[in-house]
């Protein structure tokens, strides 16, 4: 059809050699790394026979397990409070027109987004030693809060933006208040977005390095940091069976992201 | 609604409007508050930090305020780590263009849209999965008796790559290459492909439909991906920290640094603020040639 419109048969043999060679490029590091994950050599890169030897030892590291523990707290906390913050925030630029200060708050809220992990990670440090805020869990989680709004907001408010806003008054019309023309036709019309926007926000906050080592205090550490840590002092296999535990975790999100954003298409048509 | 202003003009209206502006704004207020708590407040704090003083022990002062971290930046050791970080996020971005821009054109022109769902969730996967993961793969594979070190040996083409330059590259590539991808595909997924069909039509060549019209159309995918290539590869501390060496130190990692071992806060601070510019050097090029386009 019209898709090839462009590309001779010739060239599109060699866009598909090169779509291969990428997708290999792609998938070859991260496969080897989870297939010497169920490797019994203390070796990363001899084959030594099925084993679950290195899950069973990274089930027995307590610091480890703590650190599992604090990155689900801070996530699960990031999430829903950004979640709600950066949903009223992606309501009140989509569905007021004119309020104080909405073109600051507009170009503040695009900032986080864009601005490199390092040095977002140096300003909260800075910030949390000037105003005497001991470093801890909680600075972690604030910190994880402060990027995540933004990403909330974004994906929130391109779903409002395509919303007719005539459904919400139409609600109004038939005399329900502004509250359940809310949670009666708008929210159940942007869930998707919410839902889309909040696994971005957990992913964000699982996978976040930068930020979180400057800020965290002792004892607070998260899965990712604690990682990186292992990893720069000596690789294992046991970084092998953490990081496919990760990458599972990842990919069960992809899927779950894909799933809302199929409903979100089906129930705009 | 209309039918309370239709009996009660004017003055109903504007009261309604002012209490419409006074919900937008109770809205927004929660976050409002926190960004300029959390993010506002910080910006502000890390500049005047940068031309503040330090104590003996490596303690910052708010006092004695100097351009002193901002003259270290053009000592020959600290600008070359600049360019260096510039260089390799300039180098980034444009094999991430080269290399991305045939395969997302690739994965667009597959015929069958299930085909291509597949393939786009293919793409997805390495985009969300866990980056320090992703670099953590190539320590092992550029590592002694790694997979790539023993094929260059092989080969006799090169040795053990960790802790160099090619390392951190390669590691960048790795890590941004989906970045590119995804966007790029998004703009040539939209795109109307009977304008390429009617060009051909009109007796262009293959190559000549693409440069004039393909090209054009995919322009906010380009511009969007090298952005989403070009920030964080700037400021990138986990790559090169993990597969760089001494002679590789980037600005991610020296600004880092600066608030461990070096102990220099105001330095750091400059440092950070260097990162700041570039990148809003970048978003503003961006958002003009944005503009141009549309």
Not at chain 1, 182 to 191: G, Q
Not at chain 2, 248 to 264: K, M, P
Request: proline share 4%; with cysteine; glycine share 6%.
């Amino acid at each position: 059809m019209s898709r090839r419109a462009g590309t001779s048969k010739n060239a599109d043999r060699v866009l598909s050699l090169h779509g291969l060679v990428v997708f290999a490029f792609l998938y070859v590091p991260i496969g080897l790394l989870v297939f010497f994950s169920f490797s019994d050599s203390a070796s990363l890169n001899v084959w030594g026979g099925w084993s679950l030897r290195w899950y069973r030892r990274m089930f027995d590291n307590g610091p480890l397990l703590t650190s599992i523990r604090n990155s689900v707290v801070v996530a699960l906390v990031s999430t829903v409070v950004s979640t709600v913050l950066g949903t009223a925030a992606a309501i009140a630029l989509e569905r007021y027109r004119r309020w104080l200060g909405k073109r600051t708050f507009d170009a503040l809220l695009y900032l986080p987004v864009i601005i490199p992990d390092v040095t977002m990670g140096v300003m909260l440090l800075m910030w949390f030693t000037t105003i005497g805020w001991r470093l801890s869990l909680t600075t972690i989680i604030l910190s994880h809060i402060a990027f995540n709004i933004s990403f909330v907001a974004i994906v929130v408010r391109a779903r409002l933006a395509g919303l007719d806003p005539a459904l919400e008054e139409a609600a109004m019309d038939l005399y329900a208040d502004r509250w359940r023309a809310f949670r009666r036709v708008t929210l159940p019309l942007i869930a998707p977005g919410i839902a889309g926007g909040a696994l971005l926000a957990l992913t964000l906050s699982l996978d976040d390095v930068v930020i979180t080592s400057l800020v965290q205090g002792p004892g607070s550490t998260t899965l990712p940091v604690f990682v990186f840590g292992l990893i720069k002092r000596q690789v294992t296999p046991e970084i092998n069976a953490v990081s496919t535990v990760m990458l599972v975790a990842s990919i069960v999100l992809v899927f779950g992201s894909l799933a809302f954003q199929r409903r979100k298409s089906d129930s705009v048509q | 609604m209309t039918r309370l202003t239709e009996s009660h003009p004017e003055g109903l209206e504007r009261g309604h409007e002012r209490a419409e502006a006074r919900r937008g704004f109770l809205h927004a207020l929660p976050a409002y508050l926190y960004l300029v708590v959390f993010f506002a407040l910080p910006l502000v704090i890390v500049f005047v930090f940068s031309f503040a003083s330090r104590s003996r022990t490596g303690k910052p002062v708010l006092a004695d305020w100097n351009l002193e971290s901002y003259q270290r930046l053009f000592e020959p050791v600290v600008a070359q780590i600049i360019l260096r970080s510039l260089w390799l996020a300039v180098l980034n971005t444009v094999l991430c263009l080269l290399i991305g821009y045939p395969f997302a054109y690739w994965l667009a022109t597959r015929r069958s849209a299930a085909r291509r769902a597949v393939l786009l969730v293919l793409v997805l996967i390495p985009f969300w999965s866990n980056f320090l993961v992703r670099t953590y793969a190539w320590r092992v594979l550029l590592g002694e008796h790694g997979f790539v070190t023993e094929v260059g040996r092989a080969l006799g083409l090169w040795d053990k790559l960790l802790f160099t330059q090619p390392a951190v590259f390669l590691g960048l590539l790795y890590g941004y290459l989906p970045f590119m991808v995804l966007p790029l595909y998004a703009a040539l997924e939209r795109m109307d492909w009977s304008l390429v069909e009617a060009a051909r039509d009109l007796y262009a060549s293959g190559l000549t439909a693409f440069r004039r019209v393909t090209l054009p159309l995919s322009k906010p995918g380009i511009i969007a991906g090298s952005i989403l290539v070009f920030v964080p590869s700037l400021g990138a501390y986990v790559t090169p920290d993990i597969l760089g060496g001494a002679k590789t130190t980037l600005i991610g990692n020296y600004v880092v640094r600066q608030f461990g071992a070096a102990r220099n806060w105001p330095f750091g601070a400059a440092l950070s603020f260097v990162i700041l510019v570039a990148m809003l050097v970048a978003t503003i090029v961006y958002f003009r040639t944005e503009a141009r386009t549309l």
